[in-house]
Nanobody, 127 residues
Framework: QVQLVESGEGLVQAGGSLTLSCSASGRTFSVYDMGWFRQAPGKEREFVAAISWSGGSTYYADAVKGRFTISRDNAKNTVFLQMNSLTPEDTAVYYC????????????????????WGQGTQVTVSS
């Protein structure tokens, strides 16, 4: 069992920056691929970014590529999402997710790949 706790929620103006953190506890953090999804009001949950268990590979949704950066610190059991140049379209609840790394195909953009989810943290971008 893995527990994920997000932090860093906030209200920022368009063009601003915010960093989300996700702390994991339970099983060994370094065996999990980690990611972020988000869900805006009235919309489906969507992929934002993911990082492999080693940190060697990162993946981004087209909507955030070049503006968001995902990283991890395995020594601190934490994954980060640095968000720059925020727009009102980035307003959503952001969820941290964990996928137990297996030697099989892994599609980081598939919501069903993930074994554990955090409770979500609100990001609001004002225009």
């Amino acid at each position: 069992q893995v527990q994920l706790v997000e932090s860093g929620e906030g209200l920022v103006q368009a063009g601003g920056s915010l960093t989300l953190s996700c702390s994991a506890s339970g099983r060994t953090f370094s065996v999990y691929d980690m990611g972020w999804f988000r869900q805006a009001p009235g919309k489906e949950r969507e992929f934002v970014a993911a990082i492999s268990w080693s940190g060697g590979s990162t993946y981004y949704a087209d909507a955030v590529k070049g503006r968001f950066t995902i990283s991890r610190d395995n020594a601190k059991n934490t994954v980060f999402l640095q968000m720059n140049s925020l727009t009102p379209e980035d307003t959503a609840v952001y969820y941290c997710v964990a996928h137990f790394h297996r030697n099989t195909d892994y599609n980081p953009k598939n919501v069903h790949e993930y074994d554990y989810w955090g409770q979500g943290t609100q990001v609001t971008v004002s225009s």
